[in-house]
Structure formats: C-alpha cells, structure tokens
C-alpha cells in the first residue's frame, strides 16, 4: 500500500546564500541534489542537509541554464558567452570548456545523449547545431541548415533520434545513426 502525500500543508525551505537573483535552478537525476544559478556562479545543494556543498565560480557570463548529464555525474552549464561548461560537480572541477560555434554566440539549447557520451549545442540564433564527442572532445558533426526559428529540441530515449521544432510549418527531423559508419 502506498502512502499518500498530503499536498494541503507542503513543507518548503529557503536555501539562503546567493548575492543576486537566482534565474535557473535544475535537480539531479540520481541524487538529493539541486543547483541554482546567478549572473556567474552556480551553487550546489544537498536538499537533506539544506547546506550549499560547493559553488562553482568560473564563468565569465550571465549563466542562462543548467543541466546535468543522465547519469548525474557531470552539470552543464551555459551562459551567454560562446562557451558551454561542463563540470564534475562533486568535486567542484572544471572538467570542459568548450566553445559551441565558430561565431561569438552562445547556446539556446544544450542535451545530453541518454549515454552521456554526446552534448547537442543549438547556437543562441538558432542557425548552427553542434554534436559534441565529449570523450573525444571534438566535434562529431556541425549542421547548419537552421533557419533562426527553431524554438526546441528533443531527444529519443536511446539518442538515435534528435526531433527540432520551427516556427513554421514546416518541421525538420534529424536523425542521429550513430552506427553508421
């Protein structure tokens, strides 16, 4: 038998430690964990003890999103410069910098493969779309037939298929092979 929540009296915290407004927060997918994020640093949070167990400082931009890998051991983190940060939280290292595209633009949308072995970067103007080797740490395709009104993209649970959304009626679908040769 399971146990009902009861939704009427919810128990919250304030988790007190950032200096400006937090603009992103985003949860682990396998631990008690949450980060939030303000201009450039992001805090790492244990939601039992309620304590902030590491702040990771070294952006140069205003961070715009958060994302940990599916296995929960690394965090993305974009801001508004042309680099996306990819870090290993637990130990509050700096594993990756890596710049998306070839312009001074940053990322609208970064997704892990289901794998963690890929980061998908959509440019901030929409109009290049990068798959990112992350173990090999180079580019394994560039595609840059975008028009710049892609507003999403998702991802198939075994990362085989990359689904883009446009603002037009047209819809584009791309589909990753990553057997091929």
């Known amino acids: 038998m399971t146990q009902k929540q009861d939704f009427a009296s919810p128990q919250y915290f304030v988790f007190k430690g950032h200096n400006n407004p937090v ?3 985003a949860s682990s997918p396998c631990e008690p964990i949450i980060v939030s994020g303000e201009r450039d ?3 790492v949070w244990n939601l039992f003890s309620k304590n902030c167990i590491q702040t990771l400082t070294e952006h140069h931009a205003d961070i715009v999103d ?9 965090l993305i983190i974009e801001d508004t410069s042309p680099q996306v940060c990819i870090w290993d939280w637990k130990s509050a290292r700096l594993v990756k ?5 070839k312009r001074k633009i940053g990322a609208k949308t970064v997704l892990f493969s289901p794998d963690s072995s890929l980061l998908i ?3 901030e ?19 840059k037939t975008f028009r710049s009104d892609i507003t999403c993209m998702t991802l198939s649970h075994d990362g085989r298929f990359l689904a883009v959304n446009s603002k037009l009626i047209e819809r584009r679908r ?8």
């Open 23 to 25: 603009s992103i927060i």
């Open 41 to 43: 640093r992001v805090r």
């Open 66 to 74: 958060l994302r940990f890998s599916p296995h929960g051991k690394l």
């Open 97 to 101: 910098r890596m710049k998306i595209t």
């Open 121 to 123: 970067c959509l440019s």
């Open 125 to 143: 103007d929409a109009r290049e779309m990068v798959i990112w080797d992350i173990k090999k740490d180079e580019a394994a395709h560039m595609i």
């Open 174 to 181: 791309f589909i990753l092979n990553r057997n091929a040769t």
